[in-house]
């Protein structure tokens, strides 16, 4: 069985690189800290993590052959703060690509 799946690996490596696939995106984060006042002479502070814009996206291209390309993208919002965004919330799209003109 290990050898079987073994020579499996090695036999779909050739397919896995011929794929140009761009992984990118930008981690805007930072640690906001305040002073919380309970009651008259107390205080506390707050510590909390901010999330400023942080996202992530796929992008990549296949060559189909005389001059012409299958494009696509997926980018998407991420929270470093936590909460859930949804998929594919930004700019996402497949196509093609060509000397069209």
Avoid: C
């Avoid at 999330?51 to 012409?68: A, P, T, W």
């Avoid at 997926?74 to 799209?93: K, L, P």
């Amino acid at each position: 069985m290990k050898k079987s799946l073994i020579a499996l690996t090695l036999a779909a490596l050739p397919v896995a690189a011929m794929a140009d696939v761009t992984l990118y995106g930008q981690v805007k984060a930072g640690v906001e800290i305040s002073k919380v006042k309970e009651g008259k002479t107390t205080s506390k502070t707050a510590t909390e993590i901010a999330d400023y814009g942080s996202r992530i996206g796929f992008k990549g291209h296949e060559h189909l052959g005389s001059n012409l390309n299958a494009i696509w993208q997926v980018e998407q919002n991420t929270s470093i703060a936590g909460g859930d965004s949804g998929f594919a919330n930004r700019e996402s799209f497949i196509g093609l690509e060509g000397g069209f003109g």
